[in-house]
């Protein structure tokens, strides 16, 4: 077994960092594609300083170790909902926004034309022409008051 490892070589890590990436291709989850740029860093750095297989393999369990942290800070980072927190939300994006009645409220309930879409309204009844202020939003129903 120690002559398997005495073997190791800057080009065997290499190739097993590629094979660990081209496996990510095909069982996608993340996870091999860092153990793999863990076993290239290994390879890389094998050409530069030429370590033992003991040292090798140490590399490559640290790397790998340190890999999760860092595929947590970048997935963590990566993330839509920073660049655009209403994301999949847009009536709370409707919150505090005033709109032009076209039709007026009746009964408490009404509707509102906003961009291209109609939205079902809920306040106190108010006639066409007023302006109101969005104050709430649950789910397709906005809750509006006189602005």
């Known amino acids: 077994m120690a002559e398997m490892f005495s073997t190791l070589g800057t080009w065997n890590w290499l190739i097993f ?37 003991q040292t090798q393999l140490l590399m490559f369990a640290v790397f790998a170790a340190a890999a999760v942290p860092a595929w947590r800070h970048f997935a963590r980072s990566g993330q839509a909902s920073k660049s655009n927190p209403f994301l999949n939300r847009r009536n709370e994006a409707l919150i505090g926004r005033e709109f032009t009645l076209e039709k007026p409220i009746i009964d408490g309930a009404g509707t509102v034309r906003i961009d291209d879409t109609i939205w079902r309204i809920a306040g106190p009844d108010t006639p066409a022409g007023s302006r109101v202020k969005i104050i709430r939003a649950d789910g397709a129903s906005l809750t509006v008051a006189a602005a």
Request: glycine share 10%.
């Open 17 to 53: 960092g590629v094979i660990l990436m081209a496996l990510e291709l095909v069982a996608p989850g993340v996870f091999l594609f860092w153990i793999g740029l863990a076993a290239l860093l290994v390879g890389l750095l094998s050409f530069l300083i030429n370590p033992s297989w």
